[in-house]
């Protein structure tokens, strides 16, 4: 990490090395500045990060390029030689560890189908009318299979569950194709950030604004100067009270209280012969009694798999130690394809954003009725500007919305500095 001197002066301070920071980096970097990225983790890429597992590359957190065309985080993969290839989705439903019947399987997709369609026909209503609700609402009653529709809409694609999410929020994402890169999204971001100027293991506490600057200081006590600073903490961090704003902020602080975290943690597990799929990138949902869980088989071909751990059932599991995580992730193992396919299966990480000081989760989702909250993260405060997953729009909890932000923010600053 760079040693840096009390008071130390910059131009642009960039607080947080994910997506949206390593973004606003570049981008202050090609508009002639020379920002300083702070960044708590000794490491760059906040929530996307890939471990290396027997020789594959595996992402921990984020894991697909979504809405492909209109990522720009796929021509700078492609621009770097990396492999960007189309998610073709397979996708197999079980019950009790047995495949779906034909008609069964037929209405589960009509209900996942109908579900879709009446939560975006409520988000219409919504939008003219003012009233949110929740995807729970919105749906009402689809057939006998609502429950799982709604966990596939709710726990799956939002990390919550379908009674704490906004219709009006769920709706406003932009998706058309999913890709996925060469070698993990995490080491992708990682990449992007080579050479930029990067301060690791800073732990920012404090921001202040003055009249011509503002002062930035550190849980050791560090403190410095910068003429425009971007914000590009997780939501849930700032929400949590982790670092201190000043009263210019007020709209920053306010915004976030209508904000709550999306809970998406990812069980790696190795098994050649696994008992949900014997495909490779075949998405499975898998219903044990009532309860449901998804799985992504065969990563790329291999025999590792990821099992979703989701919404108040990821939350669970990551406040547990290391041990009772395994022994959770086991259990519903045993639950789903019996004693023996848990046993035969290895664990190899449990992750836990939920309970990382510096994420508090996957992604944040807003409240009920608070989707506008969005746009009023966007807002700039004096030197201060805010950008992250959570302040897009239309691409909310993903690297390429993060990305997009993060470019926004970094014109702000140019613009401000320049008078332009």
């Not at 046993?343 to 989702?365: C, N």
Request: charge should be negative; aromatic fraction near 6%.
């Amino acid at each position: 990490a760079r040693k840096l001197r009390v008071m130390e002066h910059f131009d642009v301070i960039i607080v947080g090395a994910g997506a949206a920071g390593i973004a606003a980096a570049r981008k202050l970097t090609q508009a002639g500045f020379s920002p300083l990225v702070l960044e708590a983790r000794q490491r760059l890429g906040g929530r996307a990060v890939t471990h290396d597992f027997a020789g594959t590359p595996i992402d921990m957190g984020a894991h697909w390029l979504h809405a492909a065309r209109q990522n720009p985080l796929v021509s700078l993969a492609r621009g770097m030689g990396l492999e960007v290839s189309r998610a073709v989705y397979r996708f197999r439903a079980l019950k009790d560890g047995a495949r779906l019947g034909l008609i069964a399987g037929y209405g589960l997709d009509h209900a996942w189908e109908r579900a879709e369609e009446r939560i975006m026909e409520a988000a219409e209503q919504v939008a003219r009318r003012g009233h949110d609700m929740s995807l729970t609402d919105a749906v009402g009653n689809a057939g006998p299979w609502t429950r799982s529709a709604l966990f596939m809409h709710g726990a799956y694609d939002c990390g919550a569950e379908p009674d704490t999410i906004s219709t009006l929020d769920f709706a406003t994402v932009e998706d058309d194709r999913d890709m996925l890169v060469s070698g993990g999204l995490g080491a992708l971001i990682a990449r992007l950030g080579e050479g930029l100027e990067v301060a690791a293991g800073v732990d920012l506490r404090g921001i202040q604004l003055d009249k011509d600057h503002a002062i930035l200081t550190t849980a050791d006590g560090q403190a410095w100067q910068a003429r425009a600073v971007i914000l590009t903490v997780p939501l849930m961090v700032l929400a949590g009270g982790h670092v201190t704003l000043p009263p210019e902020a007020g709209s920053l602080r306010e915004a976030a209280r209508r904000f709550h975290a999306a809970a998406y943690e990812h069980a790696i597990l190795q098994a050649a012969k696994a008992p949900w799929s014997n495909r490779h990138d075949e998405i499975v949902l898998s219903m044990a009694g009532s309860e449901h869980a998804t799985l992504f088989a065969h990563m790329e071909g291999s025999d590792l798999h990821y099992l979703d751990l989701v919404a108040t059932e990821g939350q669970r599991i990551a406040g547990m130690d290391e041990q009772g995580r395994a022994d959770a992730v086991r259990a519903m193992l045993a639950r789903h394809f019996g004693e023996a396919a848990s046993h035969a299966t290895r664990i190899l990480a449990v992750t836990q954003w939920a309970q990382d000081p510096f994420a508090r989760g996957a992604w944040a989702l807003t409240k009920i009725g608070h989707s506008a909250a969005r746009a009023a993260l966007r807002q700039p405060m004096g030197h201060l500007f805010y950008a992250g997953e959570a302040s897009s729009a239309t691409q909310w909890g993903t690297v390429g919305g993060a990305w997009l932000e993060g470019e926004r923010a970094a014109g702000h600053v140019v613009a401000a500095l320049t008078g332009a």
